[in-house]
């Protein structure tokens, strides 16, 4: 193939486009951002399951409260009853007598067994509520670093899609001017190397970086400024200057 010098010089500015997009195209999947907002949509997963497990604890806690206080009530109405009919001076049977006494006894022992409970539940609640409330703050800090995070990806994708666009504005005027045989021998390389042009500079190959041995140099030489030479060794059109130094 055959192709104005000019033009095969113009290839290594549509090799320079390429990489640039290639480059953009890896900063987007490894922004560090992308894995610092997967890392805090990890924590608020767990933050949110572990503040449902102490929201349950601390329900389940006040619904021990109410059970542990109504027992108490009605101990008290027991032992109130009890102890105003033993007042009343009813009771004239010595045993109905003893026998309620017994009852009163128990029914306070009842009672300070009961409340001794219930202190220790409030206890247990308060210090549980404590964990509530720094579950919530961790998790609106959690929340607070994901929208930062969130803020600071959508700001650099939103930049790298201008710099993408650029540049593919600036390929297509590039292919644009450039002979539809030699743009289709490009795009064949660039698609299985990576790379479809290269600068030939001091008997090297721009792109795979070594060095052509005797017989490439000399058909280097001897070839037409207009012939569209290739790199033996991995393949991409070799662009010549006026000072390729071979």
């Not at 329900?59 to 032992?79: G, H, P, W």
């Not at 105003?84 to 009672?111: F, N, Y």
């Not at 540049?167 to 045989?181: S, T, V």
Request: hydrophobic share 40%.
């Amino acid at each position: 193939m055959n192709a104005d010098p000019a033009a095969q010089r113009r290839l290594l500015d549509l090799a320079a486009v390429d990489a640039e997009l290639t480059r953009s195209a890896h900063r987007r999947r490894s922004l560090p951002e992308l894995a610092e907002v997967e890392h805090a949509e990890a924590d608020l997963l767990s933050a949110r399951d572990s503040l449902v497990a102490v929201e349950t604890a601390v329900s389940d806690l006040d619904r021990d409260i109410r059970k542990l206080e109504a027992e108490i009530d009605q101990v008290r109405a027991r032992e109130d009853r009890d102890q105003g009919l033993l007042d009343s001076g009813s009771i004239s049977s010595g045993k109905q007598l003893e026998d309620l006494q017994h009852e009163l006894a128990t029914l306070r022992r009842r009672q300070t067994v009961l409340e001794d409970d219930l202190l220790e539940v409030m206890e247990r609640r308060e210090a549980t509520v404590t964990d509530l409330e720094q579950g919530r703050a961790a998790l609106a800090g959690i929340e607070r670093r994901r929208f930062d995070a969130t803020r600071r990806r959508d700001e650099a994708l939103t930049e790298l899609g201008s710099t993408e666009e650029h540049a593919r504005q600036e390929r297509r005027a590039l292919i644009g001017e450039l002979p539809a045989d030699l743009v289709a021998l490009y795009e064949r390389i660039r698609a299985r190397n990576g790379t479809g042009a290269a600068l030939l500079r001091e008997r090297r190959c721009g792109a795979c970086r070594l060095e052509l041995d005797r017989t490439a140099i000399g058909h280097l030489r001897e070839a037409a400024p207009d012939e569209v030479l290739r790199c033996e060794e991995c393949g991409v059109v070799l662009v010549r200057t006026s000072q390729p130094g071979l």
